[in-house]
Nanobody, 133 residues
Framework: EVQLVESGGGSVKTGGSLRLSCTTS????????IGWYRQVPNECELVSTI??????YYASSVRGRFTISRDIPKNTVNLQMNNLRPDDTAVYYC????????????????????????????WGEGTQVIVSS
């Protein structure tokens, strides 16, 4: 059974930092691209991904402030978030991105909740991040 469990959310002030973790099981982690999504106004935004070769994608909104990494022995992907801003406030979801791609279950023009409902087993439950000014 595919499982993804997020941790590390919380509340911080502008300029603060948080580290999110996504612990996975039920699939070959080393061969799977993992992504972080967040629900922002009007969009389920793909924040960052890391693939099996270690290639990384960042949304322009977070590039230079967020760092994604993975710990293969622990089947875990981390998202270090620095210099946080109020517009980073969101529920952050970890997702088995390449499994979603193979299943034609990537996010379309929809909320994260709707995308998750279509392919629930490829998503974690989400973790809340709140950044106050």
């Amino acid at each position: 059974e595919v499982q993804l469990v997020e941790s590390g959310g919380g509340s911080v002030k502008t300029g603060g930092s948080l580290r999110l973790s996504c612990t996975t099981s039920g699939f070959t982690f080393a061969e799977t691209e993992i992504g972080w999504y967040r629900q922002v106004p009007n969009e389920c935004e793909l924040v960052s991904t890391i693939d099996s070769d270690g290639d990384i994608y960042y949304a322009s909104s977070v590039r230079g402030r967020f760092t994604i990494s993975r710990d293969i022995p622990k089947n875990t992907v981390n998202l270090q978030m620095n210099n946080l801003r109020p517009d980073d406030t969101a529920v952050y979801y970890c997702a088995a991105y390449s499994l979603m791609l193979a299943a034609d279950a990537l996010v379309r023009s929809e909320t994260c909740a709707m995308a998750k409902a279509r392919a629930r087993h490829y998503w974690g439950e989400g973790t809340q991040v709140i950044v106050s000014s």
